[in-house]
């Protein structure tokens, strides 16, 4: 499949993470809750990374269905912070220029709310084997 990238982010989407629960959310686009909106869920490898403060510094969400990327339409120029990014079925999300220093990886169920104009929003529900403590990463 070709490499394409989504829609830019509102200006700092606000990602929502809760360690305890293994839940994620962020809104990158208005109208999440519009009319034109379409949610498709699946199940998939997915990663939070988290900087040292525990912000969270990216979304990785692996082998997305070609329903939700075919959606996601091309980035132009290099600012991607808060925008959805799409190759070859990987989806990774940045929301933040810091480094990542761990991340909480593992399968997930995944809710992508598509509009017209993007990924708009994104929520992933880790499943109980994901809970373990959460890893260093390996890059930064």
């Not at 989504?6 to 360690?19: L, S, V, Y």
């Not at 040292?52 to 339409?73: E, F, L, N, W």
């Not at 959805?84 to 761990?102: E, I, Y």
């Not at 994901?130 to 930064?140: F, I, L, S, V, Y």
Request: charge should be negative; aromatic fraction near 4%.
């Amino acid at each position: 499949m070709e490499s394409h990238t989504g829609t830019a982010g509102i200006c700092t989407p606000e990602a929502q993470w809760d360690e305890g629960r293994g839940e994620f959310s962020v809104d990158l686009l208005p109208d999440a809750d519009g009319p034109g909106a379409a949610v498709m869920s699946f199940r998939t490898v997915a990663w939070v990374g988290l900087g040292a403060s525990g912000a969270v510094t990216s979304v990785d969400v692996h082998d997305i269905p070609v329903q939700v990327s075919d959606r996601i339409p091309r980035v132009e120029g290099d600012d991607v912070i808060g925008c959805a990014v799409v190759d070859t079925q990987w989806l990774w999300v940045p929301l933040g220029t810091g480094p990542t220093a761990r991340r909480h990886a593992g399968r997930a169920d995944v809710e992508a709310v598509v509009t017209g104009a993007g990924l708009a929003r994104l929520t992933l529900r880790f499943l109980g084997e994901a809970m373990k403590k959460p890893r260093r990463a390996d890059h930064g």
